[in-house]
């Protein structure tokens, strides 16, 4: 169990944070919560402003293929897996390997990538419908924490569970007053954010044994 950057070959985001903060009405805060249309591909104050696939994941999916020393036919989960661009990736970089992603959302999965749809599961990521220590990687990127406190921590239980090797998450969390005080400008979508000690100690209390790592916008 590591803190650990494993998204450090992400290309930089550029973030209006003031922008966010002076726009977001509670309307929209809804409207992004329902995880459809516009949250992904609507306007900005409702989420992404456009979820489109452009490679950036790859260079993610290797660093945690040699991170990890996943074997050319590990079985890999996402949970919140979006359009699945990051399952498409780790195929692009273990191409023998079994992906498999869940989401909430009906249009990512029907706006899926390079036909991950035909590998993905509509659910939530509290009850996760695959046997106990079915994956040896087991991904999370800025998901759980979309779910209130008690099912945040079912989700940790839940990849735990399915994990038999590896798992990686990241979560909204801050360090600092002036990092909380961002946080809370940005946000839209998440219920569960807690300074980087309580995740750690959250983590203990619930068996997650896993890595992880921080949205900190
Ligand atoms: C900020 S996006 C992150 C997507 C992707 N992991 C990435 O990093 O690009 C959050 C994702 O979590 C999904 N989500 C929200 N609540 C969820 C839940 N209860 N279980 C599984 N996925 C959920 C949303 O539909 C969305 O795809």
Not at 77 to 98: E, H, N, R, S, Y
Request: aromatic fraction near 12%.
């Amino acid at each position: 169990m590591a803190e650990i950057n494993l998204l450090d070959r992400l290309p930089p985001v550029k973030r209006n944070v003031a922008q966010r903060a002076a726009d977001k009405t509670p309307e929209d805060r809804a409207i992004a919560k329902r995880f459809d249309r516009d949250f992904f591909d609507g306007e900005r104050r409702h989420g992404y402003g456009g979820y489109r696939y452009d490679g950036r994941w790859i260079p993610v999916a290797q660093r945690m293929a040699e991170h990890y020393q996943l074997a050319p036919d590990a079985k890999i989960l996402d949970v919140g897996c979006a359009k699945g661009f990051l399952m498409a990736d780790f195929k692009q970089v273990l191409p023998a390997a079994t992906v498999r992603g869940i989401d909430v959302s009906a249009y990512a999965r029907e706006q899926a990538h390079a036909g991950m749809n035909a590998f993905m599961d509509l659910g939530s990521a509290e009850r996760l419908p695959y046997p106990d220590h079915s994956f040896d990687l087991v991904v999370s990127i800025n998901s759980i924490h979309n779910l209130p406190l008690e099912q945040c921590k079912q989700s940790l239980r839940e990849i735990q569970r399915v994990s038999r090797a590896h798992k990686f998450i990241t979560v909204d969390a801050w360090r600092s007053e002036e990092e909380h005080q961002r946080l809370l400008q940005w946000i839209l979508t998440a219920e569960t954010y807690l300074p980087v000690d309580e995740w750690v100690s959250l983590f203990a209390e619930v068996g997650y044994a896993g890595d992880y790592w921080w949205f900190i916008p």
